[in-house]
């Protein structure tokens, strides 16, 4: 760094100007006067940084102790990419031809956080909070929409804490497109329109990652589109495909069908060749808007009403279902093995009715069952790297829109606007959807 008194050729003019000698002046007063002078200076089309001196007593620049920098939106400069910039804060006193050693600074970004750390909806708010910084290997995405999903119900009501390194903000899946790159990240660029999945942090406006979690968001896709796939086809593909190990011309059975993961579940199912997806739901409504869908199910049945199990027997000739997709637990436990078929596997992804149930093991003996549960978001990073490579390579490219010619789409419940993010939790928390809860950012 260059210092000396070359630096401060007119250093007088300055005390003259203030009418108290330099050294006498408080830190805050010399701030003050200095910050009169401070220049902001565009960097680009979303960037911007501002030059803020320390000094110690007695010395104008010959001292100069460090320059904080601010970055907004833009991958963070080094001393080599500011060298040269200049700070003339008047009447000729100094020319500061390099400033070294920077500092970034968190600037505000909006979120919607918990009063409270936890509890009911009424708990949901539009807050601030510093916005993160890529380390090594992340990005920072600046976030166009987000999904909705049920762990976020329970993380909010203090019953799901996020995995250990995650951020305490709710909602892991959002669209959006890349802001900042960290260091040694060479795949992506800034400005890339992107999808990603996250251990927490979706309920705001900016988002860092691993660049292992996000890919590239189609262009025939919204961001709205785009938001509603990490979470529930990642958790539907693992379920079917690396849990359960689904084999063409295999018979499926799907709860929860008309969810999110349910609806992309039936479909992956279709996709991969299953032969019969028999799919539950609660209301007759629901229902009838699967046997809508393009790549819907072959068979449904309201488990209100129906015995599902004998739905799955009479549609796969007694034969029984080679994978059953549940996320209900004890109420749907003895129908569910009643459903599998011999060599049968049940990937469990929840226990909305409750995890306590009276088990009758012979079944899962003589009918050689693998019964497996699996969760995704608790999933050690390379894990889950590995599963969005597959599925970027093998399912992505096929899913459209609602009104698109792909085989696979997405289908949205309802839009909000993050503002009314009380009434899009409600709106889950309802059993109400068919298909998923975006959230835009705006």
Same mark, same amino acid.
């Given at each position: 760094?260059?210092?000396?008194?070359?630096?401060?050729?007119?250093?007088?003019?300055?005390?003259?100007?203030?009418?108290?000698?330099?050294?006498?002046?408080?830190?805050?007063?010399?701030?003050?006067? /200095?910050?009169?002078?401070?220049?902001? @200076? %565009?960097?680009?089309?979303?960037?911007?940084?501002?030059?803020?001196?320390?000094?110690?007593?007695?010395?104008?620049?010959?001292? /100069?102790?460090?320059?904080?920098?601010?970055?907004?939106?833009?991958?963070?400069?080094?001393?080599? %990419?500011?060298?040269?910039?200049?700070?003339?804060?008047?009447?000729?006193?100094? @020319?500061?031809?390099?400033?070294?050693?920077?500092?970034?600074?968190?600037?505000?970004?909006?979120?919607?956080?918990?009063?409270?750390?936890?509890?009911?909806?009424?708990?949901?708010?539009?807050?601030?909070?510093?916005?993160?910084? =890529?380390?090594?290997? %992340?990005?920072?995405?600046?976030? *166009? !929409?987000?999904?909705?999903?049920?762990?976020?119900?329970?993380?909010? &009501?203090?019953?799901?804490?996020? =995995?250990?390194?995650?951020?305490?903000?709710?909602?892991? &899946?959002?669209?959006?497109?890349?802001?900042?790159?960290?260091?040694?990240?060479?795949?992506?660029?800034?400005?890339?329109?992107?999808?990603?999945?996250?251990?927490?942090?979706?309920?705001?406006?900016?988002?860092?990652?691993?660049?292992?979690?996000?890919?590239?968001? =189609?262009?025939?896709?919204?961001?709205?589109?785009?938001?509603?796939?990490?979470?529930?086809?990642?958790?539907?593909? %693992?379920?079917?495909?690396?849990?359960?190990?689904?084999?063409?011309?295999?018979?499926?059975?799907?709860?929860?069908?008309?969810?999110?993961?349910?609806?992309? !579940?039936?479909?992956?199912?279709?996709?991969?060749?299953?032969?019969?997806?028999?799919?539950?739901?609660?209301? @007759?409504?629901?229902?009838?808007?699967?046997?809508?869908? =393009?790549?819907?199910?072959?068979?449904?049945?309201?488990?209100?009403?129906?015995?599902?199990?004998?739905?799955? *027997?009479?549609?796969?000739?007694?034969?029984?279902?080679?994978?059953?997709?549940?996320?209900?637990? @004890?109420?749907?436990? &003895?129908?569910?093995?009643?459903? /599998?078929?011999?060599?049968?596997?049940?990937?469990?992804?929840?226990?909305?009715?409750?995890?306590?149930?009276?088990?009758?093991?012979?079944?899962?003996? #003589?009918?050689?069952?693998?019964?497996?549960?699996?969760?995704?978001?608790?999933?050690?990073?390379?894990?889950?790297?590995? /599963?969005?490579?597959?599925?970027?390579?093998?399912?992505? *490219?096929?899913?459209?829109?609602?009104?698109?010619?792909?085989?696979?789409?997405?289908?949205?419940?309802?839009? #909000?606007?993050?503002?009314?993010?009380?009434?899009?939790?409600?709106?889950?928390?309802?059993?109400?959807?068919?298909?998923?809860?975006?959230?835009?950012?705006?």
């Amino acid at each position: 760094m260059t210092t000396g008194h070359s630096w401060c050729r007119n250093f007088a003019s300055v005390r003259n100007f203030i009418g108290t000698p330099w050294e006498n002046l408080s830190r805050v007063r010399r701030l003050a006067i /200095l910050g009169l002078f401070l220049p902001f @200076k %565009q960097l680009g089309k979303d960037s911007i940084y501002v030059s803020i001196l320390y000094f110690r007593p007695f010395c104008f620049l010959n001292s /100069l102790k460090r320059c904080q920098v601010v970055i907004l939106n833009k991958k963070v400069l080094g001393p080599s %990419q500011i060298l040269g910039f200049s700070v003339a804060i008047g009447f000729g006193a100094c @020319k500061m031809m390099d400033i070294g050693q920077h500092v970034t600074r968190h600037i505000a970004m909006r979120a919607i956080l918990i009063k409270d750390g936890k509890g009911p909806v009424e708990n949901l708010y539009l807050g601030e909070v510093p916005t993160p910084t =890529p380390g090594p290997g %992340q990005v920072l995405v600046k976030i *166009k !929409a987000f999904g909705l999903n049920r762990m976020d119900i329970s993380q909010r &009501e203090g019953q799901y804490p996020p =995995p250990a390194g995650s951020s305490i903000i709710l909602g892991v &899946e959002f669209s959006g497109h890349i802001s900042a790159l960290g260091a040694g990240v060479s795949d992506w660029k800034v400005n890339d329109e992107v999808l990603g999945l996250a251990g927490g942090g979706a309920y705001a406006e900016f988002i860092v990652l691993p660049s292992s979690h996000i890919l590239h968001k =189609p262009s025939h896709l919204s961001w709205t589109e785009a938001a509603s796939i990490p979470e529930n086809f990642l958790t539907a593909f %693992q379920a079917l495909v690396l849990s359960a190990e689904l084999k063409k011309g295999g018979n499926v059975l799907v709860h929860a069908a008309a969810s999110g993961v349910g609806v992309s !579940a039936i479909q992956l199912a279709r996709f991969y060749g299953a032969k019969t997806v028999t799919a539950t739901a609660s209301t @007759k409504e629901k229902l009838d808007w699967l046997l809508t869908l =393009p790549l819907g199910p072959t068979h449904v049945a309201n488990y209100k009403t129906e015995d599902f199990s004998q739905t799955v *027997k009479k549609a796969t000739d007694n034969k029984g279902a080679d994978v059953v997709v549940d996320f209900v637990g @004890k109420t749907h436990w &003895e129908r569910n093995i009643e459903s /599998l078929a011999v060599d049968g596997h049940m990937t469990v992804l929840a226990l909305l009715s409750g995890s306590r149930a009276d088990v009758d093991l012979s079944p899962i003996l #003589y009918k050689r069952l693998r019964i497996q549960g699996s969760t995704l978001r608790s999933r050690s990073v390379p894990y889950q790297a590995d /599963l969005i490579d597959r599925f970027g390579r093998e399912v992505l *490219k096929h899913i459209t829109g609602l009104q698109g010619p792909g085989p696979i789409r997405v289908y949205i419940h309802k839009v #909000y606007p993050w503002t009314d993010i009380q009434d899009a939790h409600r709106e889950m928390q309802s059993n109400a959807n068919s298909g998923k809860i975006i959230v835009e950012v705006v």
